[in-house]
T-cell receptor
Framework: AQSVTQLDSQVPVFEEAPVELRCNYSSSVSVYLFWYVQYPNQGLQLLLKYLSGSTLVKGINGFEAEFNKSQTSFHLRKPSVHISDTAEYFCAVSEDGNKLVFGAGTILRVKS | NAGVTQTPKFRVLKTGQSMTLLCAQDMNHEYMYWYRQDPGMGLRLIHYSVGEGTTAKGEVPDGYNVSRLKKQNFLLGLESAAPSQTSVYFC??????????FGDGTRLSIL
Protein backbone atom coordinates (compact mmCIF):
# COMPACT_ATOMS: atom_id res chain seq x y z
CA ALA A 1 0.00 0.00 0.00
CA GLN A 2 1.15 3.48 -0.76
CA SER A 3 1.80 6.04 1.95
CA VAL A 4 3.21 9.55 2.27
CA THR A 5 5.28 11.00 5.11
CA GLN A 6 5.77 14.72 5.45
CA LEU A 7 8.67 14.99 7.80
CA ASP A 8 7.89 18.39 9.32
CA SER A 9 4.52 19.42 10.71
CA GLN A 10 5.54 23.09 10.83
CA VAL A 11 8.33 25.04 9.17
CA PRO A 12 8.99 28.63 10.32
CA VAL A 13 11.12 30.76 8.02
CA PHE A 14 11.91 34.43 7.57
CA GLU A 15 10.74 36.32 4.52
CA GLU A 16 13.12 36.11 1.52
CA ALA A 17 14.86 33.03 2.96
CA PRO A 18 14.90 29.72 1.07
CA VAL A 19 12.69 26.86 2.20
CA GLU A 20 12.45 23.10 1.68
CA LEU A 21 9.41 21.04 2.65
CA ARG A 22 10.21 17.36 2.80
CA CYS A 23 8.10 14.50 1.48
CA ASN A 24 8.86 10.80 1.38
CA TYR A 25 6.60 8.13 -0.04
CA SER A 26 6.38 4.37 -0.12
CA SER A 27 5.02 2.34 -2.99
CA SER A 28 5.81 -0.91 -4.73
CA VAL A 29 5.11 0.49 -8.19
CA SER A 30 5.76 3.61 -10.21
CA VAL A 31 3.87 6.61 -8.90
CA TYR A 32 2.62 10.04 -9.78
CA LEU A 33 3.49 12.76 -7.25
CA PHE A 34 1.81 16.04 -6.40
CA TRP A 35 2.15 19.07 -4.14
CA TYR A 36 -0.95 21.03 -3.17
CA VAL A 37 -1.28 24.26 -1.17
CA GLN A 38 -4.18 25.16 1.11
CA TYR A 39 -4.77 28.73 2.26
CA PRO A 40 -6.97 29.30 5.33
CA ASN A 41 -10.63 28.40 4.79
CA GLN A 42 -10.03 27.38 1.21
CA GLY A 43 -9.73 24.20 -0.79
CA LEU A 44 -6.51 22.74 -2.15
CA GLN A 45 -4.74 24.20 -5.18
CA LEU A 46 -2.27 22.26 -7.27
CA LEU A 47 1.28 23.63 -7.07
CA LEU A 48 3.01 21.08 -9.28
CA LYS A 49 2.99 17.46 -10.36
CA TYR A 50 5.40 14.78 -11.47
CA LEU A 51 4.06 12.26 -13.96
CA SER A 52 7.18 11.18 -15.84
CA GLY A 53 10.24 12.61 -17.58
CA SER A 54 12.46 15.26 -16.01
CA THR A 55 12.90 14.78 -12.29
CA LEU A 56 12.94 18.53 -11.62
CA VAL A 57 9.44 19.90 -11.79
CA LYS A 58 8.58 23.59 -11.79
CA GLY A 59 5.25 24.80 -10.49
CA ILE A 60 3.35 27.97 -9.80
CA ASN A 61 4.42 30.80 -7.48
CA GLY A 62 8.15 30.02 -7.91
CA PHE A 63 8.00 26.56 -6.32
CA GLU A 64 9.84 23.53 -7.66
CA ALA A 65 10.27 19.92 -6.57
CA GLU A 66 12.70 17.16 -7.35
CA PHE A 67 11.72 13.53 -7.72
CA ASN A 68 14.35 11.17 -6.32
CA LYS A 69 13.41 7.59 -7.04
CA SER A 70 16.27 5.98 -5.12
CA GLN A 71 15.39 7.94 -1.98
CA THR A 72 11.63 7.83 -2.65
CA SER A 73 11.43 11.54 -2.01
CA PHE A 74 9.72 14.52 -3.61
CA HIS A 75 10.87 17.59 -1.67
CA LEU A 76 9.39 21.02 -2.39
CA ARG A 77 11.66 24.07 -2.57
CA LYS A 78 11.47 27.79 -3.07
CA PRO A 79 14.58 29.99 -3.18
CA SER A 80 12.95 33.07 -1.59
CA VAL A 81 9.64 32.97 0.27
CA HIS A 82 7.09 35.74 0.76
CA ILE A 83 4.60 36.41 3.52
CA SER A 84 1.89 35.34 1.10
CA ASP A 85 3.36 31.82 0.97
CA THR A 86 2.12 31.19 4.52
CA ALA A 87 -0.20 28.21 4.11
CA GLU A 88 -0.42 24.46 4.59
CA TYR A 89 1.26 22.28 1.98
CA PHE A 90 0.30 18.72 1.17
CA CYS A 91 2.28 16.10 -0.67
CA ALA A 92 0.25 13.38 -2.40
CA VAL A 93 0.98 10.17 -4.31
CA SER A 94 -1.06 8.13 -6.75
CA GLU A 95 -0.30 4.71 -8.19
CA ASP A 96 -3.10 4.68 -10.73
CA GLY A 97 -3.42 8.37 -11.56
CA ASN A 98 -6.88 8.33 -10.02
CA LYS A 99 -6.91 7.99 -6.25
CA LEU A 100 -4.64 10.26 -4.23
CA VAL A 101 -3.04 9.43 -0.88
CA PHE A 102 -2.10 12.56 1.04
CA GLY A 103 0.50 13.28 3.66
CA ALA A 104 -0.48 14.93 6.94
CA GLY A 105 0.56 18.37 5.74
CA THR A 106 3.27 20.91 6.58
CA ILE A 107 2.36 24.38 7.80
CA LEU A 108 4.74 26.97 6.38
CA ARG A 109 4.91 30.12 8.51
CA VAL A 110 6.74 33.02 6.88
CA LYS A 111 7.83 35.70 9.33
CA SER A 112 8.79 39.28 8.55
CA ASN B 1 -16.92 29.69 -14.32
CA ALA B 2 -17.47 28.53 -10.72
CA GLY B 3 -15.38 25.31 -10.82
CA VAL B 4 -16.33 23.06 -7.90
CA THR B 5 -19.06 24.33 -5.60
CA GLN B 6 -19.94 22.73 -2.28
CA THR B 7 -23.22 23.26 -0.43
CA PRO B 8 -23.59 24.04 2.46
CA LYS B 9 -20.39 25.70 3.68
CA PHE B 10 -21.16 25.13 7.38
CA ARG B 11 -23.53 22.85 9.25
CA VAL B 12 -24.12 21.75 12.82
CA LEU B 13 -25.96 18.48 13.40
CA LYS B 14 -27.07 16.50 16.38
CA THR B 15 -26.01 12.88 16.77
CA GLY B 16 -28.32 10.61 14.82
CA GLN B 17 -29.51 13.24 12.35
CA SER B 18 -29.06 12.75 8.64
CA MET B 19 -27.95 15.16 5.96
CA THR B 20 -26.67 15.39 2.40
CA LEU B 21 -23.72 17.40 1.16
CA LEU B 22 -23.88 18.54 -2.44
CA CYS B 23 -20.95 18.94 -4.81
CA ALA B 24 -21.49 20.52 -8.20
CA GLN B 25 -18.88 21.02 -10.94
CA ASP B 26 -19.26 22.93 -14.18
CA MET B 27 -16.11 21.66 -15.94
CA ASN B 28 -17.71 18.54 -17.46
CA HIS B 29 -15.30 16.34 -15.50
CA GLU B 30 -15.77 12.57 -15.50
CA TYR B 31 -14.26 11.84 -12.10
CA MET B 32 -15.42 13.16 -8.74
CA TYR B 33 -14.23 12.56 -5.19
CA TRP B 34 -15.22 13.13 -1.57
CA TYR B 35 -12.53 13.57 1.09
CA ARG B 36 -12.53 14.38 4.76
CA GLN B 37 -9.80 16.47 6.37
CA ASP B 38 -8.91 16.06 10.03
CA PRO B 39 -6.10 17.80 11.92
CA GLY B 40 -2.75 16.06 11.50
CA MET B 41 -4.14 13.49 9.08
CA GLY B 42 -4.26 15.23 5.74
CA LEU B 43 -7.13 14.33 3.42
CA ARG B 44 -8.59 10.84 3.30
CA LEU B 45 -10.71 9.55 0.45
CA ILE B 46 -14.28 8.58 1.40
CA HIS B 47 -15.87 7.65 -1.94
CA TYR B 48 -15.27 8.46 -5.57
CA SER B 49 -16.93 8.17 -8.95
CA VAL B 50 -15.44 7.62 -12.40
CA GLY B 51 -18.61 8.49 -14.26
CA GLU B 52 -22.32 9.15 -14.08
CA GLY B 53 -24.11 6.32 -12.30
CA THR B 54 -20.92 4.79 -10.84
CA THR B 55 -19.44 5.01 -7.34
CA ALA B 56 -16.66 3.25 -5.46
CA LYS B 57 -15.35 3.10 -1.91
CA GLY B 58 -12.24 4.92 -0.84
CA GLU B 59 -10.14 4.64 2.28
CA VAL B 60 -12.78 5.59 4.90
CA PRO B 61 -16.25 4.83 3.49
CA ASP B 62 -18.03 3.58 6.63
CA GLY B 63 -20.99 5.70 7.71
CA TYR B 64 -21.28 7.48 4.35
CA ASN B 65 -23.19 6.89 1.13
CA VAL B 66 -22.88 8.63 -2.23
CA SER B 67 -24.78 9.02 -5.44
CA ARG B 68 -23.87 10.32 -8.91
CA LEU B 69 -27.17 10.55 -10.77
CA LYS B 70 -25.98 13.45 -12.92
CA LYS B 71 -22.48 13.95 -14.29
CA GLN B 72 -22.11 17.37 -12.72
CA ASN B 73 -23.27 16.43 -9.20
CA PHE B 74 -21.86 14.16 -6.52
CA LEU B 75 -23.82 13.80 -3.27
CA LEU B 76 -22.43 12.64 0.06
CA GLY B 77 -24.93 11.38 2.62
CA LEU B 78 -24.69 10.76 6.33
CA GLU B 79 -27.59 8.53 7.38
CA SER B 80 -27.04 8.74 11.13
CA ALA B 81 -24.43 11.31 12.06
CA ALA B 82 -21.86 10.52 14.76
CA PRO B 83 -19.44 12.87 16.57
CA SER B 84 -16.55 11.04 14.86
CA GLN B 85 -17.81 12.47 11.56
CA THR B 86 -17.08 16.02 12.68
CA SER B 87 -14.66 17.15 9.99
CA VAL B 88 -14.10 19.37 6.99
CA TYR B 89 -15.35 17.70 3.82
CA PHE B 90 -13.86 18.43 0.42
CA CYS B 91 -15.13 17.55 -3.00
CA UNK B 92 -12.87 17.36 -6.05
CA UNK B 93 -13.27 16.65 -9.74
CA UNK B 94 -11.00 16.01 -12.68
CA UNK B 95 -10.94 14.80 -16.23
CA UNK B 96 -8.99 11.60 -16.95
CA UNK B 97 -5.82 13.43 -18.00
CA UNK B 98 -5.82 16.28 -15.51
CA UNK B 99 -5.25 17.04 -11.82
CA UNK B 100 -7.96 17.20 -9.19
CA UNK B 101 -9.75 20.53 -8.68
CA PHE B 102 -11.08 21.10 -5.17
CA GLY B 103 -14.03 22.96 -3.73
CA ASP B 104 -13.73 25.25 -0.69
CA GLY B 105 -15.02 22.65 1.77
CA THR B 106 -17.96 22.05 4.09
CA ARG B 107 -17.33 22.40 7.81
CA LEU B 108 -19.53 19.89 9.63
CA SER B 109 -19.88 19.68 13.40
CA ILE B 110 -21.83 16.89 15.06
CA LEU B 111 -22.84 17.36 18.67
Amino acid sequence: AQSVTQLDSQVPVFEEAPVELRCNYSSSVSVYLFWYVQYPNQGLQLLLKYLSGSTLVKGINGFEAEFNKSQTSFHLRKPSVHISDTAEYFCAVSEDGNKLVFGAGTILRVKS
Amino acid sequence: NAGVTQTPKFRVLKTGQSMTLLCAQDMNHEYMYWYRQDPGMGLRLIHYSVGEGTTAKGEVPDGYNVSRLKKQNFLLGLESAAPSQTSVYFCASRDPQGPQHFGDGTRLSIL
